[in-house]
């Protein structure tokens, strides 16, 4: 595994708690792009926006696209916040340690 799989691992598990975390269990994002350099990861809403879209597609949360598309709002699915508190193992998505 090269450093850049690990770092996509990382900023998807941080993607997972930070939803698991946020009121409704939803974020826009922007919102979310903001919350990852705060944790490291200094990326761009493109790569946000790549991220949210492997996540849905393994199910683990859903995208919603508001204002003309403009704006990409992620919610947390049951299955995202097992990930997201170890409690279910996804490839593509480290595995959290113990809390």
């Not at 090269?2 to 939803?19: Q, Y």
């Not at 990326?43 to 946000?48: A, E, F, G, L, N």
């Not at 879209?53 to 992620?74: D, F, N, R, S, Y």
């Amino acid at each position: 595994m090269n450093f850049g799989d690990v770092l996509a691992e990382d900023r998807r598990l941080v993607i997972l708690r930070l939803l698991d975390q946020a009121p409704g269990y939803s974020a826009n994002d922007s919102i979310l792009c903001s919350a990852l350099d705060g944790f490291g990861h200094r990326c761009s809403r493109d790569q946000v926006r790549t991220d949210l879209a492997w996540l849905a597609e393994q199910q683990l949360l859903t995208v919603e696209q508001v204002g003309a598309g403009k704006v990409h709002v992620a919610t947390l699915t049951g299955r995202g916040g097992d990930v997201a508190n170890g409690r279910a193992n996804v490839p593509g998505v480290k595995r959290p340690s113990p809390r």
